[in-house]
T-cell receptor, first 110, second 114 residues
Framework: QKEVEQDPGPLSVPEGAIVSLNCTYS??????FMWYRQYSRKGPELLMY????GNKEDGRFTAQVDKSSKYISLFIRDSQPSDSATYLC??????????FGQGTRLTINP | EAEVAQSPRYKITEKSQAVAFWCDPI?????LYWYRQILGQGPELLVQ????????DSQLPKDRFSAERLKGVDSTLKIQPAELGDSAMYLC????????????FGSGTQLSVL
């Protein structure tokens, strides 16, 4: 079993929809949780960064961490075609290597 | 905006040949990482440097891979000899310091081994 599980999709939604992306993990020592966005043939770009449990909002993006359930989510409101990308969750124990999920490929249809 | 620079962007080689990738991190970033990303998967850490020292190379296949960061700035990752299974995107990332979990990635080198 992988430390971090993420549904690879693909996920296709119409423009303006609310998108929900999720990851589960098995290592309760993870403290730092991140979401990266990766466009085709590009490197990952840090989108959201959360320490421990709770919610964090940045514009149309909201990240949620539920450590009791070992479950993290990323919500995208009013989705745009430019949001079409692969979304990677990542987590670490602090000063340790990031462990990435497989990535979810998302397409927003105009 | 400061970026992590990587070259080349694409590399095609034949198996058993040697290849090398170069990375220049964001100025002032002490920690440098090399990741490998196979198509359809998330990146996996190969090696982590703190300044010029290796702090984690547990996942680096040392029989064929080597990495160096001699002056604690730019870095080179080498594969010799390349194998078909090495085809992947090789990503370099940097962070301000070892305790900083915010990594900034370069655009990567896409390696194809024929």
């Amino acid at each position: 079993q992988k430390e971090v599980e993420q549904d690879p999709g693909p996920l296709s939604v119409p423009e303006g929809a609310i998108v929900s992306l999720n990851c589960t993990y098995s290592n309760s020592a993870f403290q730092y949780f991140m979401w990266y966005r990766q466009y085709s043939r590009k490197g990952p770009e840090l989108l959201m960064y959360t320490y421990s449990s709770g919610n964090k909002e940045d514009g149309r993006f909201t990240a949620q961490v539920d450590k009791s359930s070992k479950y993290i989510s990323l919500f995208i409101r009013d989705s745009q075609p430019s949001d079409s990308a692969t979304y990677l969750c990542a987590m670490s124990m602090g000063a340790q290597k990031l462990v990435f999920g497989q990535g979810t490929r998302l397409t927003i249809n105009p | 905006e400061a970026e992590v620079a990587q070259s080349p962007r694409y590399k095609i080689t034949e198996k058993s040949q040697a290849v090398a990738f170069w990375c220049d991190p964001i100025s002032g970033h002490a920690t440098l990482y090399w990741y490998r990303q196979i198509l359809g998967q998330g990146p996996e850490l190969l090696v982590q440097f703190q300044d010029e020292s290796v702090v984690d190379d547990s996942q680096l296949p040392k029989d064929r891979f080597s990495a160096e960061r001699l002056k604690g700035v730019d870095s080179t990752l080498k594969i010799q000899p390349a194998e078909l299974g090495d085809s992947a995107m090789y990503l370099c990332a940097s962070s301000q310091d070892r305790g900083d979990e915010k990594l900034f990635f370069g655009s990567g080198t896409q390696l194809s081994v024929l």
